[in-house]
C-alpha cells in the first residue's frame, strides 16, 4: 500500500523535525510522490523506508549527508 503523507507525519514515523525531511528533499535524497492542491509535498512508503536508511546510516556509521548520497545515490 502506498501512502502519501506530509513532511510532518513522515518526521513522526522517522523520528526527525519535518525540516530534516524537507532538507533531505531538497539534497535529492527523497522523492516525493507529489503535491497537494495546496502545493504541500507528499511522500509515500518507499520515501518513509528511505529516511529511516538515511537516519540509520546518520547514526550508525556517522556518515554524512554526502557519503549517504554517494552510498544510496540521488533520487531526484
Do not use: N
Not at 537516519?55 to 549527508?65: I, M
Request: net charge positive; aromatic share 6%.
Amino acid at each position: 500500500m502506498t501512502f502519501h503523507l506530509k513532511a510532518a507525519e513522515v518526521a513522526t514515523r522517522v523520528g526527525v523535525l519535518p525540516s530534516t525531511i524537507q532538507y533531505y528533499r531538497k539534497l535529492g535524497l527523497l522523492r516525493p510522490s507529489g503535491r497537494t492542491p495546496g502545493g504541500i509535498w507528499l511522500f509515500d512508503d518507499q520515501a518513509v523506508e528511505r529516511a529511516r536508511e538515511i537516519r540509520r546510516l546518520q547514526k550508525e556509521q556517522r556518515l554524512r549527508l554526502d557519503e549517504i548520497a554517494d552510498r544510496l545515490g540521488a533520487v531526484a
